[in-house]
């Protein structure tokens, strides 16, 4: 029904190109190339709190901070954010999964972010660089994250769907401070 909807909004939208606005034309556009998926919602959570996406959940057990970790040092001015995760495969197929997943972010609007760090030796209990989650598989790990001092009250973790196609579905961000 709601495609429907949408396809008659569509056709009368390029009959009368003037009855819609450019929004309304960008919604059913992002309908249409949606296929069903949901996407364009923020999903909040504090830490310990279970996140389920369309492929896995996510739980963010534990944040510490630290100046160094093993025989990491960061340059001053720099802490890391050490981000204990356990997600589990909820899809209904394997599924690859990395560092470069998830993110941390912070400022006005969140506007600030960086990545995870890598280094084989960093640590016993790192998360991992890319590996394949088998269907209902389970994993913990550890990400390091380099981050200014002075924004250690105002981090949020986050993940954002992102398909094979492209597609971007919703967005997922567990508060860290």
């Known amino acids: 029904m ?12 390029i009959l009368t190109t003037s ?12 309908f249409f190339e949606s296929e069903g998926r949901a996407y364009g919602k923020t999903y909040p959570a504090e830490i310990g709190e279970k996140q389920e996406n369309s492929f ?10 630290a100046d160094t970790v093993g025989d990491y040092y960061l340059d ?10 356990t997600v589990k ?9 990395g560092i ?25 209990d790192l998360y991992g660089y890319e590996f394949t989650l088998a269907k209902n598989e389970e994993h913990t790990g ?3 994250f380099a981050i200014p001092i002075d924004v250690r009250d105002d981090l949020v973790f986050v993940y954002e769907e992102f398909y094979d196609d492209e597609f971007v579905g ?6 860290l401070a």
């Open 142 to 144: 550890t990400l390091y």
């Open 170 to 175: 919703n967005t997922y961000k567990i508060n």
């Open 76 to 85: 001053s001015g720099l802490e890391f954010a050490c981000v204990n995760i």
């Open 19 to 30: 009855a819609c606005s450019e929004e309304q034309q960008e919604n059913v556009s992002k």
């Open 89 to 97: 495969n909820t899809f209904s197929e394997e599924i690859p999964m």
């Open 56 to 65: 896995f959940s996510t739980v963010v057990n534990t944040v510490t901070f």
């Open 100 to 124: 470069g997943d998830f993110y941390i972010a912070w400022g006005e609007g969140e506007d600030e972010r960086t990545g995870a760090e890598y280094a084989a030796d960093l640590a016993d």
């Open 2 to 13: 709601k495609k429907l909807i949408a396809a008659v909004i569509a056709a009368t939208c």
